[in-house]
């Protein structure tokens, strides 16, 4: 069942104008990321006259025992496209050992 892997991609940073630290996607760093379920979570289409806004999502499970680097800020590189990471990544709890059983995550995509 946690037989499929998507990519990680985090962003670098880079000092704006102004002296701010700010994302840098350009120079990105990416991350394969293994040992996970993958399962379709939402499909929504809206149209009106000037557009089709389509919106894809995917709930993410990682093994039991294991706990992938990700973060809220990732994007992530499912089925040849690029995903956004939705809210927070979630670390279920393990309560025999105090761990981390598990996390969960969604990723959309929209388009249009």
């Known amino acids: 069942m946690f ?17 701010n630290v ?7 760093s990416k991350a394969l990321i293994g040992s996970l379920s993958v ?14 806004a389509v919106v894809t999502g995917w709930r993410v499970l990682s093994a039991p025992g ?3 680097d ?8 499912h089925a040849g496209m690029v995903c956004e990471v939705e809210g927070e ?7 025999l050992t105090g761990g981390v059983h598990h996390v969960e995550f969604v990723i ?4 249009g």
Request: proline letters at 8%; aromatic letters at 4%; glycine letters at 4%.
């Open 3 to 19: 037989h499929q892997s998507v990519i990680r991609v985090r962003a670098g940073t880079k000092t704006d104008r102004g002296g």
């Open 22 to 28: 700010v994302k840098d996607w350009a120079s990105a």
């Open 39 to 52: 399962q379709p979570a939402v499909q929504s289409e809206e149209s009106d006259p000037t557009r089709t």
């Open 66 to 68: 294991t706990a992938p």
């Open 70 to 77: 990700i973060r809220a800020d990732d994007r992530i590189e």
């Open 89 to 95: 990544v979630a670390a279920w709890p393990d309560p």
């Open 108 to 111: 959309k995509r929209a388009t």
